[in-house]
């Protein structure tokens, strides 16, 4: 038996459990039947924590007989991309590598969620290592994309987008290296923030690219999304790269109002490459936000050619460093040999998968001595020329937008074979990665039957603005609503 | 140093020091050594994944208060980097490290040898996080059929101090890192226990020509961790250059070990063979900016430092060498300030510390610092010398009842009675019954045999076992036999 309150949105769920028309158990155990449901067939989990889950839903409702008062995201069923550390729950980075690491320690937001009161429902599949734009780089699993089960769900973070467009986790975290939350958000119909660099600490999150990596949250709607927000933003002194910032309250900024706000739209974003139709689509968003008083006008980010290069020099050369330590000695899969170099050698050799050996491969390459200078050093210079061409635009605009990927969802299959067409897929969200600003995508329409997504890039720290059109184009349209069918006959055909 | 006649040689050194912080430079480990393996030890230190570190500002400190010893510019914008290399002991495969932005700059020190003053150049000194431990199974590493990791040792800070090719002979070699080992311990930054591994060093070194202007080619040999290490590795690397040059050959350049058990240097790897470190700024730490009301905070904790220190006891009487001696290592010298305050004759105390002290310390095997005679005890040891309570002679059996006992000279003296005999009245009558006992050796010293009157001292110091004050005997006998 399926509830009735899976689905609804995170602020719904929470003023259920408070009137007592559902009780936190319930609620979980509605989320796990769902997973149980339809999991076979969009495989977005990798684990599947029932009985902690209930546990924790029990701990709750003693809370509510109590009369205690409940906090925004208490009770509330989420689950975790799977390279954020969970105390005595595996967490593999979807990796042969990690297949049995059990972490000793919880990420910074594995704890403030726990804090905030959340159930955890599981862990999620990804892209090996975060490294990837559809998913299809799990050493575990393929994720479907629930509105069309022959496409993929994007990626990396393809499993934490399914899990909320197709109804298993009220929201869940991803994380965005170089647009690993929002493509796979636009992919899914679903919102997905990237917060600023900084914003969200990284401690307990396996580094793929440790200046560009950020976690955030997928949500159904721009409320939940500040709600969750609210709940993981915020200094962390244990994460040298956290800025000691004052976060505010997300949800003031969720005004359905925008008269007189600033849009840029960089050309470049609409350039060779993107998909006429999701074009067209996101030309109809802007429109839009027009109509309801929004003065927009076309802007430039000139170095924007640059960002796909620049971006696979700086991130796979930190991530040749970051996956050293994967070496069989300490934890994580170990191959035999009968020394220490074969044992390094066989490890890795076996315990990566391919897009990853290709990108520490990249990156050892980037770094070697006589390439640096041409390469990592050439690709920070471009990194500079790109935050400064954002600077630039928000001297004028408040919000600048764009569509977040040049194309809906595409088939397996279709650019795994080709890695050098996939890395150009990412064109719209790289570069603001390499500037260290936030970025939402919102669902912004449909392109044959699959979601598009609008994405919204703002300054350092300037969510709340990016919260405040995201809330107002949500309010006035009803893309969000709509909902994949995943009714047994379309599941059962998916799962062949 | 000229070598085989012909060459002259030229070197420099790096030397690794181990702060002695509390904690790590990365994670709130202890950095105590010893332990049971892996057990000093967490998630960061482990490099486990999704850690991160978190710079122990202590260590900054620390680097700022060594750097300004040495006389070095402190950086205000420095940074670390990633040094990246396979081995099991490095627990993240990298190292952080500091690479082109070194948080202290140029500075040196002066040294003197054959009593030749010459400064020796520092370029540059960083700080790193130290390597944990491999422990082989067997007795040396080629007998050995497994290994384990040591991480304990993994995150304790290091800095590294990297100096110019200055040093001309080995007393030149010798002489820094004595002199840079004592402002290290001055400063207290380390505890410089080499036994312990908390001072190493890599020596660079190569032959030229007498008379050339231009280097030549350097071998690079790696943790050396005693002076006598140094100074044999350095006469065999030496001889060896000499014999590989003197045969027409060249010197290889390249990375050596150093064979304590053979007393031999032993190629590791060629310049070829060389790690490419792929050198790049650590993400997961932002750069170090060092404002100067920080450097002139921590100038303000800089001691005095052992110049100074012996130019001061120079100024109190003391010569050149005992100044230098005294104030070779900071415990000795702490010591010997800490008795001044309690008594003001430096040059007595001066000769008391460096032989007696010194010697019954080394015969116990006893570190100054653990001395059970507190530096006030000796003092007042020397104030009953002082005050003639007691002579010379007897306070060095005082002194051994002192370490033996730590009780105070003044309750040793008392409850053995050794307290000198100054009474005129009492030593008159023992000197008349010696010269009555004595009547040749009384002829003697007045027909003209001054040596005579030895033996007449000697006979009364007997009959007082040794407690007569022996300047008012002379005095006494001189007037009696006047």
């Known amino acids: ?496 | 140093m000229v070598v085989a006649n012909k060459y002259e040689m030229v070197c420099g050194l790096e030397v690794h020091v181990e702060l002695q912080t509390k904690t790590k430079i990365f994670c709130s480990c202890t950095t105590e050594f010893g332990g049971e393996q892996n057990t000093h030890v967490c998630p960061v230190c482990l490099g486990m994944p999704g850690a991160l570190p978190v710079l122990n500002r202590e260590v900054v400190n620390y680097a700022i208060k060594a750097g300004l010893a040495l006389n070095c510019e402190i950086a205000e914008f420095s940074k670390f980097d990633r040094k990246n290399y396979f081995y099991p002991d490095l627990s993240k495969n990298y190292q952080t490290s500091q690479f082109d932005l070194p948080i202290c700059g140029k500075g040196g020190l002066e040294i003197e040898v054959d009593e030749q003053k010459k400064w020796i150049g520092i370029t540059r000194a960083h700080m790193e996080e130290d390597a944990g431990k491999l422990v082989h199974s067997g007795d040396t590493i080629t007998t050995s059929n497994e290994s384990s990791v040591d991480y304990n040792r993994a995150g304790v800070p290091l800095l590294e101090i990297v100096s110019e090719p200055d040093m001309r002979s080995i007393p030149e070699v010798l002489a820094y890192l004595e002199k840079l080992v004592q402002i290290l311990e001055y400063t207290e930054v380390s505890d410089c226990r080499m036994e312990q591994g908390s001072v190493r060093f890599d020596i660079n070194v190569s032959l030229r020509q007498i008379g050339s202007t231009t280097f030549g080619t350097r071998t690079e040999t790696k943790n050396l961790n005693s002076f006598s290490s140094v100074r044999r590795c350095m006469e065999y690397e030496i001889a060896r250059q000499a014999r590989v040059l003197d045969a027409g050959e060249k010197v290889v350049q390249e990375t050596r070990t150093w064979d304590e058990g053979q007393g031999v240097t032993l190629a590791l790897r060629s310049k070829e063979e060389a790690h490419d470190y792929r050198y790049f700024p650590e993400p997961d730490l932002a750069p170090l900016i060092i404002d100067r009301e920080w450097v002139e905070r921590i100038r303000k904790t800089l001691p005095e430092l052992p110049e100074a220190r012996r130019a001061r006891l120079q100024e109190l009487g003391l010569s050149a060498y005992d100044a230098g001696v005294i104030t070779q290592s900071k415990a000795l010298s702490d010591y010997f300030d800490a008795a001044l305050s309690h008594y003001a004759d430096a040059k007595t105390l001066a000769n008391w510390v460096m032989g007696d002290v010194t010697r019954l310390l080394n015969s116990n095997q006893c570190s100054v610092g653990d001395s059970p005679i507190s530096a006030k005890q000796l003092a007042e040891l020397m104030g009953l010398i002082e005050k003639g309570t007691i002579s010379g002679k007897i306070a060095k059996s005082v002194l051994e009842d002192m370490y033996s006992t730590g009780k105070d000279a003044g309750v040793i003296v008392k409850e053995k009675g050794l307290a000198q005999i100054s009474d005129e009245g009492a030593l008159l009558g023992i000197i008349d019954s010696v010269i009555a006992a004595n009547p040749q050796s009384v002829e003697d010293y007045r027909a003209g045999k001054d040596r005579a009157i030895g033996f007449l001292v000697g006979q009364i110091m007997k009959a007082t076992k040794g407690q007569a004050n022996p300047g008012l005997v002379n005095r006494l006998l001189k007037e009696k036999l006047a």
């Not at chain 1, 726990?114 to 490294?131: V, Y």
């Not at chain 1, 899969?333 to 391919?354: C, H, I, P, W």
Request: overall charge negative; proline content about 5%; hydrophobic content about 40%.
């Open chain 1, 1 to 496: 038996m399926e509830s009735v309150s899976i689905g609804k949105s995170v602020s719904e769920l929470h003023e259920l459990l408070v009137h007592k028309d559902i009780s936190s158990i319930e609620l979980t155990k509605a989320y796990i039947d769902r997973i149980q449901t339809v999991d076979p067939s969009l495989q977005a989990y990798l684990t599947v924590l029932e009985d902690e889950a209930l546990a924790l839903a029990a701990k709750v409702d003693q809370k509510v007989a109590q009369g205690e008062t409940l906090k925004p995201l208490e009770g509330i069923p989420m689950a975790l991309k799977d390279n954020m550390c969970t105390e005595g729950i595996r967490t593999s980075c979807a990796s042969k590598m990690l297949e049995n690491f059990v972490p000793p320690y919880n990420a910074t937001v594995t704890n403030r969620l726990r804090t905030a009161g959340t159930i955890l429902l599981g862990k999620l599949n990804m892209d090996e290592f975060a490294m990837g734009s559809s998913t299809e780089n799990s050493y575990f699993a393929k994720t479907r994309n629930p509105w069309n089960l022959e496409c993929v769900p994007g990626g990396s973070s393809g499993g934490s987008a399914v899990a909320v467009a197709g109804d298993e986790a009220a929201f869940t975290l991803g994380s965005d290296t170089g647009g690993s939350i929002r493509q796979p958000a636009a992919f899914c119909g679903v919102v997905g923030m990237k917060p600023t660099y900084g914003a969200v600490s990284r401690l307990g999150l396996i580094a793929f690219a440790s200046s560009l990596d950020q976690i955030g949250p997928f949500t159904k709607t721009v409320r939940d999304n500040a709600l969750v927000m609210n709940a993981i933003a915020g200094y962390d002194s244990l994460d040298s790269t956290s800025v000691p910032y004052e976060t505010p309250d997300y949800t003031k900024f969720l005004v359905n109002d925008i008269k007189g706000l600033k849009i840029g739209i960089p050309r470049e974003y609409f350039g060779e490459g993107i998909d006429p139709d999701v074009a067209k689509g996101i030309q109809a968003g802007i429109q839009t936000l027009i109509d309801l008083g929004a003065e927009v006008a076309e802007c430039s980010l000139p170095h924007t050619e640059y960002a796909i290069p620049a971006y696979y020099l700086i991130a796979t050369a930190e991530a040749s460093s970051n996956l050293a330590r994967y070496d069989g000695v300490r934890y994580g899969y170990r191959a035999d040999s009968n020394d220490v170099l074969g044992m390094f050698k066989k490890t890795r050799a076996e315990g990566f998968g391919q897009e990853v050996k290709r990108r520490i491969m990249l990156g050892t390459y980037a770094l070697s001595s006589g390439y640096y200078d041409a390469y990592y050093l050439k690709a920070q210079k471009v990194r500079t020329l790109i935050k400064q061409d954002f600077e630039k635009a928000f001297e004028k605009f408040d919000v600048l937008l764009s569509p977040t990927a040049p194309t809906p969802a595409f088939k397996f299959g279709e650019k795994s074979a080709d890695p050098l067409a996939m890395y150009l897929s990412d064109i719209t969200t790289v570069p603001i990665n390499l500037a260290g600003i936030p970025a939402i995508s919102i669902p912004a329409g449909f392109v044959n039957g699959l979601p598009i997504g609008m994405q919204l890039m703002g300054k350092a720290f300037g969510e709340g603005s990016l919260y405040r059109v995201a809330y107002t184009f949500e309010q006035n349209t009803n893309y969000h609503t709509l909902k994949p069918n995943l009714s047994r006959e379309v599941l059962t055909c998916g799962s062949r």
